[in-house]
């Protein structure tokens, strides 16, 4: 199940230099000129979680395969985005592939790289691009309103629940709102998401800081951290350039590099765990003397689907899942010690998978 985050900015605040580290390869030019990422670039990062690693190590597993998110790299988007202006209608398409923004903030003062207002103000780059999301959806919802009329006069089910769900939506944008604001009932999460609205999309905003303010941060990512707050969002303090230095590092050197700058961890890894967080998922683990690898579900799947993750034929033919708290699984040294000591359990297809449950599948083929 892969889960894709993409990376959006106005031009020159540091993506694709982010997207970069991120991936540790140099795929994304990196200029200070604006539009210097044309096509959104794909890269997969692994989720980091020492818990892998224990259990790896306990179970005296050959390979370690950790479970991965997605980064996009997509073009800068300027004001009159919604327009077409810039590269906006490929900003907006490409977003509308993504299931969560990572929206990058200038929060760095520096005269030698232009910034396309010519002033550095977070909050007020914020605004720019949601400001467009939000006329892309308006003017995306408007036109689906006219092409349902005739569906909705018929008595068409799904036509009616969509109509009423757009006009939902449509009420909070007028009113200055995003559509992720929207309360959304259970029966209507799936028809929901299918409307594909920007504005629906969860946010997590990355302050993009100077080397020297990365541990603490600055005003401007203070002032993020605030906006973040009332909008029930997200934020998270990074330097670009510290992770672009550590992505040329081993995993030595970058440590004695993260301890001198008094980090206690990567930015990276907060990045990717805020973005795990934001997008409510988490992680069970399949461990044997072959491989220890991590699996990604979203919080609240139950064991068929969280099987399906593996393959299809799991989920089809899923009888049981045995099951073993990761707690466990360290405390008693591995499956067999949880099976002397009763923690290893036998789950059906109602059970909702806890994070970090070791997992071994029963299916009928």
């Not at 395969?65 to 790299?73: K, L």
């Not at 303010?213 to 303090?237: D, F, L, T, Y």
């Amino acid at each position: 199940m892969g889960f894709k985050t993409g990376i959006v900015g106005l031009p020159n605040v540091g993506k694709s230099t982010l997207f970069n580290a991120l991936t540790r390869t140099a795929a994304a030019q990196a200029a200070n000129f604006p539009f210097c990422t044309i096509e959104p670039n794909v890269g997969e990062v692994a989720v980091p979680d020492p818990r892998l690693d224990k259990l790896a190590g306990i179970a005296g597993s050959k390979a370690i395969i950790p479970t991965r998110m997605t980064f996009v790299d997509i073009a800068g988007l300027v004001k009159g985005a919604s327009k077409g202006e810039g590269l906006g209608n490929q900003f907006l398409a490409n977003i509308r592939e993504c299931d969560a923004i990572a929206h990058v903030l200038r929060c760095f003062e520096d005269g030698d790289v232009t910034h396309v207002e010519g002033r550095v103000d977070p909050v007020a780059d914020a605004e720019v691009i949601e400001t467009e999301l939000m006329l892309a959806d308006l003017e995306s919802i408007e036109k689906r309103l006219q092409n349902i009329v005739r569906k909705v006069r018929g008595g068409d089910k799904e036509a009616v629940q969509q109509e009423r769900l757009l006009k939902v939506a449509l009420a909070a944008l007028e009113a200055g709102r995003p559509a992720r604001t929207v309360e959304v009932a259970e029966d209507d999460r799936k028809a929901w998401d299918m409307l594909q609205l920007l504005t629906a999309k969860p946010v997590l905003y990355v302050c993009n800081v100077s080397e020297d303010e990365a541990s603490e941060g600055n005003e401007h990512s203070a002032a993020v951290a605030k906006m973040a707050e009332e909008q029930g969002a997200a934020s998270v303090v990074i330097s670009a350039k510290i992770e672009e230095e550590i992505s040329q590092l081993d995993a030595d050197e970058a440590e004695m590099f993260l301890s001198e700058l008094g980090l206690e961890e990567a930015g990276l890894d907060r990045l990717i765990k805020a973005g795990y967080k934001l997008l409510e998922l988490q992680t069970y683990f399949t461990v044997g003397p072959k491989e220890a690898r991590a699996w990604t579900i979203p919080t609240g799947t139950t064991g068929p689907k969280a099987a399906g993750v593996i393959h299809g034929d799991f989920e089809r033919g899923f009888i049981r899942a045995e099951t073993i708290a990761y707690d466990d699984f360290i405390a008693c040294g591995g499956e067999q010690g949880a099976k002397d000591a009763g923690k290893m359990r036998a789950e059906g297809k109602a059970y909702v998978v806890q994070d970090g449950d070791v997992m071994h599948f029963l299916f009928n083929a």
